[in-house]
């Protein structure tokens, strides 16, 4: 995707409300700027007018105290004016925190657009161990979130489907690297990793799809599939 495709999709106003950061950004920056990313949603096209915001990483040099004051209100602006949430990443960082977040690179990595200076992304090298040990963690953590907020809910069936819809959106991420260590091939878009993982561990995909409908039994998918996919990454781990 350029960056004109990129624009195309999340409107002018949006448009509009990143050119102005990035000229901002470029101004300020400077000769620290190595480069400004959209990724997220709108990178892999699923953006939603009205409902997705668009995320921009921004790669510097260095990230002084008085850098991050400058950039504080055109990125305010951006944020409040048209949901561009960004992120402040330094180059020599990138390499030496695969670790902690192979699956937020890797994500990155398969969908970005470069709107300014060279992409830093494609190069990073990530490691299989570190994306099974992260993918566990990010589905133990969904699991245990889950309950929490299930309990919130206070048996409120709206609020239930709420619950579950949010919780199926946070879990493609690893669920699709789970799928890739299992050696799956799947897009990464959310309706094909859902319907593959519930083929995967024998959940009712339809059920998960149309929570509103039936939340109650949308709520005993989704934990089942959890339940299945957390042993199954789990065993990986010996393999």
């Not at 048209?82 to 902690?100: G, H, K, M, N, P």
Request: proline letters at 4%; hydrophobic letters at 45%.
């Amino acid at each position: 995707m350029t960056p004109e495709e990129l624009f195309d999709v999340v409107g002018p106003r949006v448009a509009e409300h990143v050119d102005m950061l990035r000229t901002a950004i470029v101004k300020t920056a400077n000769e620290d700027l190595v480069a400004l990313c959209a990724y997220g949603s709108a990178a892999r096209g699923e953006y939603r007018e009205g409902e997705s915001g668009l995320d921009l990483a921004i790669v510097l040099r260095m990230v002084p105290a008085p850098l991050l004051l400058e950039l504080g209100n055109p990125l305010h602006v951006a944020r409040n004016g048209a949901r561009v949430q960004s992120i402040l990443l330094v180059e020599r960082e990138l390499a030496r925190t695969t670790d902690v977040f192979p699956l937020f690179y890797a994500d990155i990595q398969r969908h970005h657009v470069t709107l300014w200076g060279k992409s830093p992304f494609g190069n990073l090298h990530i490691d299989r161990t570190h994306i099974r040990l992260r993918t566990e963690q990010e589905l133990r953590e969904l699991q245990m979130r889950l309950r929490r907020a299930v309990i919130d809910t206070l048996g409120t069936k709206r609020l239930l489907a709420g619950v579950i819809m949010r919780k199926v959106k946070q879990a493609r991420l690893p669920l699709h690297a789970l799928l890739e260590l299992r050696g799956l091939s799947c897009s990464d878009q959310l309706p094909a990793v859902l319907e593959r993982a519930c083929e995967l561990y024998g959940v009712g995909c339809s059920t998960l799809r149309h929570s509103n409908e039936a939340p109650d039994q949308a709520l005993g998918a989704l934990m089942q599939l959890f339940d299945r996919a957390i042993e199954d990454v789990d065993r990986l781990e010996t393999t």
